[in-house]
């Protein structure tokens, strides 16, 4: 019982979390519904485009929605550069939404791909100003290593373009930046399915943040229970350690037993 | 190579010839395809197309769910001026027609922005005639400041400009421009724009690429549908957002399908665009660039408009008036055109949460340089 009462968790920008999923905010069909999402996915980071937020309408403002015990992670959202990256990050900070952000820089309307060296000078300029920064980026290794010299807390690689539901796409890339880079590695976009999120957690992933799959779905609060379960489930194998695997059967009778000493 | 120079190749082509060749068989390819290109567009505004307009339907309301989510922003237009110097047959402001003109002064830009923010609005399309000598775009800039004081983003939809004033106007706080070709027929667009600066074809067609360059952050056209052969129309509205789309990427590239509407004046549509037309359109070009803005505005009646909230639409306008002043007490100008959509913010809004929808007002912070956080700090 030991193995599992140890304790497992996740340290961001100084905060201990226990659960690896994190939910976004937008896509919803009413706001209503993120409470209700936010409890059964056990989730205590929800990230927030700045340019949904509306401080002057209180009763219609998203964050109304996100209980207090949940970390808001602002994105940047819209940012086309850095220097729009920084200011949004800034604003969202003297709105009182914290120090924690999403850097999102996305100068490509068409498959939403972020632009790794705007991202990276972002991310020294807001780390340098004492921000908790999670870049989202293409899972590049040069980049994610660039990002962790500039200061950021994780890196968030894509899986596949944000919204595509495709799964794991760059796994490959990503398993490289899990094995190289010393920060956790949030896998962002294109998880589709709880079965996506289960394998990158498996793999190593420090966490999975997801919001299409959630709130596009028919039942969302129904599939934000899928995610915690997957994800929570692919954690737990990753720290089992999974059986070794192998493209052939092992043989029943082994080629070389010849050479072991004859038993007399 | 710019767009006149795509636009004149598609110009030659004959349309009809290339309808007469396209079967079910390759309406049915298209269907099954994952990434579209030109000619699979044009497959699927064909006629044999219509035949397939649910499964079309289907695929565009899943690929909108998946790229925009339940959800639908909500804008007005606000109406600065309707002075024009223009003689286009179809509108309601052409100089030759007997209306009321009129041009806000600052202080009523500024009654209408507070009667406006007070429906919950937080995106406004501001509209000028085409009178650059009367609403000057150093005019339209003081207005924008006015506006921006009460309202996330600002958009216009003025006449056409060189890419310095774009840049200007950008600077004063004008995020998103709308400028409709009207017609990509280069013989027709002669014909029914009889006088005034708008005759000048090539002029418009560029305008929405020098706002491009000039970094505005969204870009909407669309041709008026109605004015010619929609096929061919709706064809080249595709190619021209694929266009911006490719060669400017850091753009968000909507279109509008403004249908003809009666107006003041003699004008009758050349062609006949129905409620099914509409639907392919839409339907297509979801389909052909997933993540295109799509814009239905109060053109069209409640019943359609509440029809095709799953079919692609992105952007709605509500509570609506096109003429100017129109939001306030202030002696109303004449209409632009009629509007079919009466509702108020507050009937639009509960028409989209009973589609199962989320109606948005704010998807935009302003981030210039001089931005004073008035914003985000009211009510901290």
Redesign the interface.
């Known amino acids: 019982m030991s193995e599992i009462k140890d304790k497992d968790v996740l340290v961001i920008g100084g905060r201990e979390l226990k659960s690896r999923l994190f939910v976004g905010t937008g896509k919803y069909a009413s706001d209503a519904l993120i409470p209700e999402v936010l409890e059964q996915s056990g989730s205590e980071v929800i990230t927030v485009a700045l340019r949904r937020m509306d401080f002057n309408n209180p009763k219609d403002n998203i964050i109304s929605y996100i209980p207090e015990h949940v970390q808001l992670l602002p994105n940047t959202s819209g940012a086309r550069n850095a220097d729009e990256a920084i200011r949004i990050a800034r604003l969202a900070r003297v709105a009182g939404c914290g120090n924690w952000i999403k850097i999102e820089v996305i100068s490509d309307n068409k498959y939403l791909l972020p632009d790794g060296y705007e991202t990276i000078k972002a991310t020294e300029v807001l780390a340098k100003e004492g921000f908790v920064v999670l870049p989202y980026m293409s899972p590049d290794l040069m980049v994610a290593k660039s990002l962790a010299d500039a200061g950021a807390a994780a890196v968030m690689p894509l899986g596949a373009p944000i919204g595509t539901n495709r799964g794991l796409k760059t796994k490959e890339l990503i398993r490289i930046l899990i094995q190289e880079i010393p920060l956790p590695i949030i896998v962002d976009a294109g998880i589709g399915k709880p079965s996506h999120a289960c394998e990158a957690m498996e793999m190593g992933a420090a966490a999975c943040l997801l919001n299409t799959a959630i709130a596009a779905s028919d039942k969302p609060v129904l599939m934000a229970q899928a995610f915690k379960n997957a994800v929570k489930a692919g954690r737990q194998a990753y720290l089992a350690k999974t059986g070794k695997v192998s493209d052939e059967a092992q043989a029943s009778s082994p080629l070389t037993d010849f050479l072991l000493p004859k038993k007399v | 190579m710019g767009f006149y120079d795509v636009c004149k190749t598609y110009q030659s082509l004959d349309f009809k010839e290339f309808e007469k060749k396209i079967t079910e068989q390759h309406v049915e390819r298209v269907l099954q395809k994952s990434y579209l290109d030109q000619e699979d567009f044009r497959v699927l505004l064909s006629s044999v197309a219509k035949k397939y307009l649910e499964p079309m339907a289907k695929k565009a309301n899943a690929l909108t769910?998946?790229?925009?989510?339940?959800?639908i922003l909500l804008y007005t237009p606000m109406y600065l001026s309707n002075y024009c110097t223009n003689q286009c047959l179809y509108c309601g402001f052409n100089t030759n027609n007997t209306i009321l003109r009129k041009q806000l002064t600052l202080d009523e830009v500024e009654k209408e922005a507070k009667a406006i923010a007070n429906m919950?609005l937080?995106h406004l399309l501001v509209l000028t005639g085409d009178a650059k000598h009367k609403a000057t775009p150093a005019y339209i800039g003081e207005c924008t400041k006015v506006l921006a004081k009460y309202f996330?983003s600002v958009s216009i939809e003025v006449y056409a400009m060189d890419e310095q004033e774009y840049v200007t106007l950008v600077e004063c706080g004008v995020d998103g421009i709308t400028i409709y070709q009207e017609t990509y027929n280069e013989a027709l667009y002669d014909e029914i724009h009889v006088k005034g600066p708008k005759k000048n074809y090539r002029y418009r067609l560029d305008a929405p690429e020098r706002a491009c360059s000039a970094?505005v952050?969204t870009v909407n056209i669309g041709a008026l549908l109605g004015l010619d052969d929609w096929r061919k129309e709706f064809f080249l509205v595709g190619l021209h957002a694929q266009y911006l789309?490719?060669k400017y990427?850091?753009?968000?590239?909507s279109i509008s399908l403004p249908r003809l509407r009666p107006h003041k004046g003699q004008f009758k549509p050349m062609c006949i665009v129905k409620d099914a037309d509409m639907v392919q359109m839409m339907v297509a070009m979801r389909l052909f660039m997933p993540?295109v803005g799509i814009t239905i505005s109060t053109r069209e009646n409640s019943a359609f408009r509440n029809n095709v909230v799953p079919l692609g639409v992105t952007k709605m306008s509500a509570g609506s008036t096109t003429a100017v002043g129109g939001h306030t007490e202030c002696e109303k100008s004449e209409a632009q055109f009629e509007i079919s959509d009466n509702r108020s913010v507050k009937e639009m809004k509960q028409s989209i949460?009973a589609l199962?929808?989320?109606p948005?007002?704010?998807?935009?912070?302003k981030?210039d340089?001089d931005?004073s956080?008035d914003?985000?700090?009211?009510?901290?």
């Open positions: 769910t998946q790229q925009f989510g339940k959800t919950g937080k996330a970094f952050r789309q490719s990427p850091e753009t968000e590239v993540r949460i199962g929808y989320q948005v007002l704010k998807d935009w912070e981030i340089k931005n956080l914003s985000c700090l009211v009510g901290k």
